[in-house]
């Protein structure tokens, strides 16, 4: 049965956070064995910010994949207000690095490093536009006087329009987009080919009322925040338009069900564990899944220069349960995003 069976060519995920240690032991399978190849988060404890820190990072990660599995991980820097420009072009130059990551200091989980005005890099910024380095951006504002479900589109205005005119050449990825204000912004530069969007399993399924829910619910928490219906309604029309700029980036963010289920929980939702079942369910609802291949395999490669993955995965319409908690360590557990409940398709492997 044609409907049932979904063949495409393999996946990527372009952005993700694998940890390290035995959250990187316990969270990698999941995202080898969907994904031909990932672009790697660098907010480490401390940050990945030069290349031998990169380099030690992808031995630990190549280290931990399971035998046999085929997975490549593309490395990112971590920018600080000290960023070198020439040691951050050379570490591109050398094949480490896929691209730089743009945390504004303290918007997020380990961003404390981060930059605390995009001015202070400028020169980091004309040197990656000069050699085609990526710049992958956390799009939100951190003044606390702004609301938490504005930042992103306070960031838009503020920070990320006024960047895109000082640097007409850049090539700028925004990160995990959640409103539909992030989405006509990048419709309306996409004549020029230099930005992306990547857009999460979760933001395309939940919106922020799911998060109070009959109570809180701290496993959906994640930043940038899911923000009202009609956004999600602007997701998931871009996420299935089949246009060149949208592509799949999971953020998948494991933290242990300690850190989520606390006083001051951690940001982040663990999707990795059926990534491509959960953008199935949204695509599928969208009556789209002849667009899954565009976003999930072809947009990516194409905005990062890459050849698209050679290898078939499947996808089959049959019911599958999303695991339980995952243990990390003695003690340690992670609960994936809609743990325990039934999906409509399965994972069948690569083909
Ligand atoms: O929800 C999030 N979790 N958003 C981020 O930007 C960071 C991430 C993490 O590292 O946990
Ligand atoms: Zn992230």
């Known amino acids: 049965m044609p409907n049932d069976r979904l063949v495409i060519r393999r996946p990527d995920d372009w952005h993700v956070h694998l940890r390290d240690g035995a959250m990187l032991k316990a969270v990698l399978p999941f995202t080898?064995?969907?994904?031909?190849?990932?672009?790697?988060?660098?907010?480490?404890?401390p940050p990945v910010t030069h290349a031998a820190d990169a380099v030690a990072y992808r031995d630990r990660i190549l280290a931990a994949l399971p035998d046999g599995v085929a997975f490549t991980p593309l490395m990112t820097a971590y920018l600080t207000d000290g960023t070198d420009a020439d040691d951050l072009a050379r570490g591109f130059e050398d094949g480490v690095f896929a691209a730089a990551k743009?945390?504004?200091?303290?918007?997020?989980?380990?961003?404390?490093?981060?930059?605390?005005?995009?001015?202070?890099?400028?020169?980091?910024?004309?040197?990656?536009?000069?050699?085609?380095?990526?710049?992958?951006?956390?799009?939100?504002?951190t003044d606390p006087s702004v609301d938490i479900f504005d930042r992103e589109a306070v960031f838009i205005d503020r920070i990320l329009a006024p960047l895109l005119d000082r640097h007409p050449s850049l090539r700028v990825v925004l990160e995990h987009v959640t409103t539909s204000d992030a989405v006509q912004f990048v419709r309306a530069h996409a004549g020029s080919g230099r930005i992306g969007a990547t857009i999460t399993a979760h933001h395309l399924l939940i919106n922020r009322s799911h998060i109070f829910q009959g109570g809180i619910r701290p496993h959906l928490y994640c930043l940038p925040i899911a923000k009202r219906e009609t956004h999600r309604v602007a997701l998931v029309e871009a996420a299935t338009s089949g246009e060149g700029p949208f592509f799949l980036g999971t953020d998948t963010a494991p933290h242990t069900v300690t850190a989520k289920e606390?006083?001051?929980?951690?940001?982040?939702?663990?999707?990795?564990?059926?990534?491509?079942?959960?953008?199935?369910?949204?695509?599928?609802?969208?009556?789209?899944?002849?667009?899954l291949e565009a976003?999930?395999?072809?947009?990516?490669?194409?905005?990062?220069?890459?050849?698209?993955?050679?290898?078939?995965?499947?996808?089959?319409?049959?019911?599958?349960?999303?695991?339980?908690v995952l243990?990390?360590?003695?003690?340690?557990?992670?609960?994936?995003?809609?743990?325990?409940?039934?999906?409509?398709?399965?994972?069948?492997?690569?083909?």
């Open 32 to 45: 080898a064995r969907q994904f031909g190849r990932a672009i790697v988060m660098p907010n480490l404890k």
């Open 102 to 141: 743009l945390y504004p200091a303290n918007a997020t989980t380990n961003s404390a490093h981060g930059v605390t005005d995009v001015a202070r890099i400028a020169p980091v910024l004309e040197r990656m536009a000069e050699i085609g380095m990526p710049l992958l951006i956390h799009g939100e504002v």
């Open 262 to 291: 606390a006083a001051c929980g951690c940001a982040g939702c663990f999707t990795a564990a059926n990534a491509l079942e959960l953008y199935a369910e949204a695509f599928d609802e969208a009556g789209a899944l002849d667009r």
């Open 295 to 324: 976003f999930a395999s072809l947009n990516g490669p194409r905005f990062y220069g890459m050849p698209a993955n050679e290898e078939r995965v499947a996808l089959e319409r049959r019911p599958s349960v999303t695991p339980d």
């Open 327 to 351: 243990l990390v360590s003695e003690g340690d557990a992670v609960l994936p995003f809609r743990s325990g409940e039934t999906l409509r398709w399965s994972f069948a492997g690569v083909v």
